[in-house]
């Protein structure tokens, strides 16, 4: 597995994060890259005032434009999903669209 971008950005906090950490944009066009080995990948987010919408990218190719954007606060929310037809190499990327102040990537869970 391999983790890449956002500039490292990190977080500490509390419980209201999957294992007290997140990691997050403030740049508009600023990307985070996730190579993996599985048959599934989840990407969880905090939804909030403030938080933008993402691009997301898998194995290079364009996906969909998710919004985590919401009312009101809303952590450890999945936002985008994907199953694959079998166990294999994969890469997700997350882009910054910067519509708001802040993208955060909270977690990926990967299946296999």
């Known amino acids: ?40 990948v989840a990407l969880i987010s905090t939804k909030g005032r403030n938080h933008s919408q993402a691009m997301i990218f898998v194995d290079g190719k364009y996906k969909r434009l998710i919004n985590t954007h919401s009312r009101t606060s809303r952590h450890r929310q999945v936002v985008y999903a ?22 955060d990537l909270d977690g990926l869970a990967v299946g296999r």
């Not at 509390?14 to 190579?35: A, E, H, I, K, N």
């Not at 994907?82 to 993208?103: A, D, E």
């Open 1 to 40: 597995r391999n983790l890449s971008g956002f500039g490292n950005n990190f977080k500490r906090s509390g419980s209201r994060y999957f294992m007290g950490t997140v990691r997050y944009s403030t740049l508009p066009g600023d990307s985070v890259t996730y190579r993996f080995r599985g048959n599934r």
């Open 82 to 103: 994907q199953v694959f037809r079998r166990i294999g190499q994969h890469t997700i990327k997350v882009v910054n669209v910067g519509n708001r102040r802040r993208l």
